[in-house]
């Protein structure tokens, strides 16, 4: 079974810092990835997901992701955080299978200090 | 944004009463799911359908049943609501499992007093 992990459950930056939300999976097979954003009272956005081919992942609003299989993760950044960026975002993995399913993490919300 | 409504979007009930909420697109995808969002658990899939008549059950399917009679409806029905279901639910659509994004409804907001 697949499953994805999102260290701590809120991160807090300074507007034009660097922002780095981490997340790490676990799967038997090499994943499809993904990162959903969430501002409040709405449902969830795509902002980037990795599938094949190249393992640097450029999304929408500035952010981007790397796919490392050695580590097993797929961490997101930003290289100056905007006010517009504070909200809770999710990881994802999905396995190949033509069925297959989406296994969430827990979400981390982030804050943007002025 | 992909067509994707939701019904109600707020819905207070009491205990053991059923509930039923209705997700509708227009994109005509072939995938349809059903969340729940609860604090501290990210989201949980409740149901999901790979076509019409075609439903299987997710990893938090206790108390819950799913019926899509067409492509564009996909419901979810709490047979006796408890409150522990009190949640907010999202519907999501894909066009394809696996490598595909999933494109979500605005979310219902359920309380179960």
């Known amino acids: 079974a697949q499953s994805v992990t999102q260290l701590g459950s809120h991160v807090s930056v300074s507007e034009g810092a660097l922002v780095l939300l981490r997340c790490n999976y676990s799967s038997s097979v090499p994943p499809y990835l993904f990162w959903y954003v969430q501002y409040p009272n709405q449902g969830l956005q795509l902002l980037l997901k990795?599938?094949?081919?190249?393992?640097l992942v450029k999304g929408i609003n500035g952010f981007e992701a790397e796919f490392k299989k050695s580590e097993t993760s797929f961490h997101l950044t930003k290289p100056s955080a905007h006010m517009s960026d504070a909200a809770e975002y999710f990881c994802?993995?999905?396995?190949?299978?033509?069925?297959?399913?989406?296994?969430f993490g827990k979400g981390i919300t982030l804050s943007v200090r002025p | 944004d992909a067509g994707i409504t939701q019904s109600p979007r707020h819905k207070v009930t009491e205990t053991g009463t059923p509930v039923t909420l209705r997700c509708h697109q227009t994109?005509?995808?072939?995938?349809m799911y059903w969340y729940r969002q609860d604090p501290g658990h990210g989201l949980r899939l409740i149901h999901y359908s790979y076509g019409v008549k075609d439903t299987d059950k997710g990893e938090v399917s206790d108390g819950y049943s799913v019926s899509r009679s067409k492509t564009e409806d996909f419901l979810l029905t709490l047979e006796s609501a408890t409150s522990s279901q009190t949640s907010v639910y999202f519907c999501?659509?894909?066009?394809?499992?696996?490598?595909?994004?999933?494109?979500f409804g605005p979310g219902t907001r359920l309380t179960v007093t």
């Open positions: 994802a993995v999905s396995d190949l299978g033509a069925n297959s399913k989406l296994t």
């Open positions: 990795y599938t094949t081919g190249a393992t």
């Open positions: 994109e005509n995808h072939r995938y």
């Open positions: 999501a659509i894909s066009g394809a499992g696996g490598r595909y994004e999933q494109y």
